[in-house]
């Protein structure tokens, strides 16, 4: 069996994980089962910060950001900022997360969406939404818990299609 060429399908595998993500970000759940949803956009950005940090930079990361503001129908720039900071943070350390173990991974993974998720919260403030209530962090726990699944899944797409 052969795979294809890494020139020919690097950016399709990319925007099939963001169309993926987008779309697990938009799909209909009970209301109560709203607040354990991973961020996803946030994960795969971060994946591809530490996978390609070459080719997935901050730019990209605003992009999505702003991709994700028009879903979520937020304020313009408000996911941008979150999702350019964290892949701004993922590319800074990027050698050194490809070395920690999985399950250190997920720790950190869990910083970067808290601070993403931080981000989001502040402009909220600034623009005058009310506050929210504790369950506003649980989807950065279930991204932290996510994150094995999530970084496998693309790892393994990663090898299969030899993106680099």
Known sequence: MTSIPASSSGRGVIFTSYLMAFTLTVMPMPEWLKFLRPEWVALVTIYWAITLPDRVGV???WSMGLLLDVLRDALLGQH????????????KL????????????AFSILVLV?????LVLWVNGV???????????????A??????????ALRE??????VS
């Open 59 to 61: 730019g990209f990361a």
């Open 157 to 162: 797409l990663t090898r299969y299609f030899r």
């Open 94 to 105: 990027h050698q050194r997360f490809r070395l920690y173990p999985l399950w250190q991974q």
């Open 143 to 152: 991204s932290m818990l996510a994150w094995p699944l999530v970084f496998t």
């Open 114 to 118: 808290t601070l993403y998720q931080l």
């Open 127 to 141: 623009i005058g939404r009310p506050a929210q209530s504790w369950g506003y962090w649980l989807p950065s726990i």
């Open 80 to 91: 941008a900022l979150g999702l350019a900071v964290a892949g701004y943070l993922a590319l």
